[in-house]
């Protein structure tokens, strides 16, 4: 069966930045920027995203364009076929993401729904603090929610590449850009908002510690969709012509862009009206409720912030389905068969997560925390940073030649291609290394 294929770079820059712009660069990171000290926490994370984290998604794009093949099938096209164990954690990771993400992009669209219908109208903090804890216990809905998220997805992934895929990013990204831009203008135009910015954008490096560098950089690779084979299989579907630099570039260009958007989005509005910027994950699903109940004209610019987030989520959620698509159809199952199995697999596996914060609350799995929590956990400090070294050493060790030819051609590599090895040599792979050992406790910072 022929490849299917991008129908043009910029449909691939938006399917990639799709899947890396999502609840990582709109819930995570702002609450991330907010506990960590705020500007001097978005400085060492632009280092990280724009050395290590660069290096690394070049290297999937690589890897993906020169064997057109989904990320396990790659590894044997190199005659390497150990290695294809990259692939099969990528597969396994992407199950262990979508079982939390799809819950919480669940939220989001119970967030759209009880914006829409005024639920929070004249509540405090407090009280929707507490009408948040009644949703996320509860037993039914969440699940509701998260089946009709994994739904949508479904049905995405269901249209293929060019059709599904590319030509649902194309029409979300450019929407989710323009609620940003909306959302920003909003906060930052509030009586109050100085202070917010002043706290993004003035860094204090007196907040910087070992584990402060160790989130960041976890935070880079979740953002940017590294470390489990999606950034590789979408570089798949790429024709030889594309510049593979360029794009992979621009696209960390774009997550970060947005990354930073939500923050001045956020914090500004945060506060604006005296609320904590250091919420922790509540700040969207609390505090900013709060806020906008507060803000003039707060009722559309909740409806259109839970929006976002849930064009966010979408666009991710469909490159985690994707790749299990990509390589289940090399199985003798139609892309029908794949993408429904795969969707109604990862529903159920969600499940345990949505239960985790009511009725299974109970039920410990990794360091005394809930399904959820402990999913989240395994992905940031354990999955995404041993497919990430394994990745950046096969490229700057076992094909490098190979690799260097696929991003410069037949000339003479330039000062950033070897750069670019040199990082994935030994920059990258001592990083993550320090990401392991922390996230194992085995060195404590
Ligand atoms: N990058 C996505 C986000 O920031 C999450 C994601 C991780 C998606 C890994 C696909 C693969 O929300």
Redesign the pocket.
Known sequence: MKREHWGSRLGFIMAAAG???????IW?FPYMAGENGGAAFIIIYLGIVFTIGLSLMLAEITIGRHTQSDAINAFKKFNRPAWSFIGILGIVT?FV?FSF?SVVAGWTIAYVVKSATGAFSGMDAAAIGDTFGGFVSSTVQPIVYHGIFAALTVLVVLGGVSGGIERASKILMPVLFLILIALVVRGVTLPGAEKGLEFFLSPDFSKITASTVMAALGQAF?????G?G?ILTYGSYLGKEANIGRSAWQIALLDTMVAILAGLAILPAVFAFNMDPAAGPGLTFVTLPAVFEAMPGGYFFSIIFFVLLTI??LT?SI??LEPIVSFFSTKGFTRTQATIGAGVLAFLIGIPSSLSLGAWSDIHIIKGQGFLDSASWLTDKIL?PVGGLLICLFVGWVITPIAIREVSGEGEPSALVKAWIFILRFIAPIAIVMILLTGLEIVTL
């Open positions: 899947s890396a712009i999502g609840l990582g660069n995570k992407a993401i993400y979740f953002s940017l969709s590294l489990m999606v966010a989520a991710s490159s985690l995404l």
